[in-house]
């Protein structure tokens, strides 16, 4: 009788491990699904509000590469800017993740070209800055502009253009 009931234990607990087996395996199969899904998108613009939209007016996102409104991308700097500072009572360590607005394919392609002079353009004006400036938001946005000026100083003395529209601090640590 004992064994009987030992069989119909090791029954069941194998019937849950493979009913959790199969759960499993069709929750990944949805989740992955679900993802493509999301995750694929669409070739179509995407309508962006103008500044008509307080006339209540919609314009699409234009398709062509040239510098518009709706077409801002993003260049992210290869790596972030590991530099010391000096300090009041001592000197401190800074990491800056940078990333780069522009607009349109060609000024992508151009900022991506000229990322060595980025970076040392950058360089250099961190390297001016005091870990007082870099402790307080006015300090911080005041290097971020001066971080832009210089950067599109530069760009404009090798390709004509700004290229650059704003450079954006995206990783901020400071020991």
């Known amino acids: 009788m004992a064994e009987d009931t ?17 759960i499993a395996a069709v ?11 999301l ?14 939209a307080a006339s ?16 801002a991308l993003y260049v992210a700097m290869p790596r972030p800017f590991i530099f010391n500072v000096p300090g009041a009572s001592r000197d401190r360590i ?16 151009i900022a991506k070209k000229h990322i060595p002079l980025i970076e040392g353009t950058l360089l250099s004006v961190f390297s001016m800055t005091t870990a007082d400036e870099l402790s307080t938001s006015v300090g911080k946005e005041t290097v971020r502009f001066t971080a832009l000026d210089k950067v599109q100083a530069a760009m ?7 290229v650059i529209e704003r450079v954006l601090f995206t990783g901020f640590v400071m020991q």
């Open 56 to 71: 209540g007016e919609v314009a699409a996102a234009p398709s062509s590469s040239s510098a518009t409104v709706g077409s």
């Open 94 to 109: 800074v990491q800056i993740k940078v990333q780069l607005l522009v607009r349109g394919d060609g000024n992508e392609e």
């Open 6 to 22: 030992n069989l119909e234990i090791e029954e069941v607990s194998k019937n849950k491990s493979k009913l959790i087996i199969i």
């Open 39 to 52: 995750l694929s998108g669409t070739d179509e613009p995407i309508e962006t509000l103008t500044d008509d």
């Open 27 to 37: 929750l990944v199969i949805v989740g992955g699904v679900a993802g493509y899904f």
């Open 156 to 162: 404009m003395d090798v390709e004509g253009s700004k």
